[in-house]
Nanobody
Framework: QVQLVESGGGLVQPGGSLRLSCVAS????????MAWYRQAPGKQRELVGT???????DYGDSVKGRFTISRDNAKNAVFLQMNSLKPEDTAVYYC???????????????WGQGTLVTDSS
C-alpha cells in the first residue's frame, strides 16, 4: 500500500556532490518520520539521517557537516544532499518511512529498494 522509490544514485568522484530523492506513493493517510540509511559492502546498515514531519533532524556521526536531509511534506518526499563525498560513503542508500494507514489504523515501516552511490576513483 505504500511504496518508496529512490533516485539520484550514481558514480561520483571524491569531494563531489550528489542529491538523492525518495518519493512515497500508494494509499496512505500520512507519512511521519522519514530517513536515509546506507549499507556498504560487508557492513551493517547504518543510519545516515532522519527528519520528522515537523522538521526535526538528526544525523549519523560519519556524515555530520557534509550531508543535509530535507523533505517536502506536500510531495511526500525526502531528499539527501551529499557533499564532500569520500570513498567510504560508497554504499547502497535506502529510504525509510513511517507511514500511517487507515481502516484499520496501522503504522507500517516502509523501505525503498535502494540506490547505489559509488566512488569513481
Amino acid at each position: 500500500q505504500v511504496q518508496l522509490v529512490e533516485s539520484g544514485g550514481g558514480l561520483v568522484q571524491p569531494g563531489g556532490s550528489l542529491r538523492l530523492s525518495c518519493v512515497a506513493s500508494g494509499r496512505f493517510f500520512r507519512v511521519n518520520a522519514m530517513a536515509w540509511y546506507r549499507q556498504a559492502p560487508g557492513k551493517q546498515r547504518e543510519l545516515v539521517g532522519t527528519i520528522t514531519r515537523a522538521g526535526t533532524i538528526d544525523y549519523g556521526d560519519s556524515v555530520k557537516g557534509r550531508f543535509t536531509i530535507s523533505r517536502d511534506n506536500a510531495k511526500n518526499a525526502v531528499f539527501l544532499q551529499m557533499n564532500s563525498l569520500k570513498p567510504e560513503d560508497t554504499a547502497v542508500y535506502y529510504c525509510n518511512a513511517a507511514a500511517v494507514l487507515l481502516t484499520p489504523l496501522r503504522y507500517p515501516e516502509v523501505w525503498g529498494q535502494g540506490t547505489l552511490v559509488t566512488d569513481s576513483s
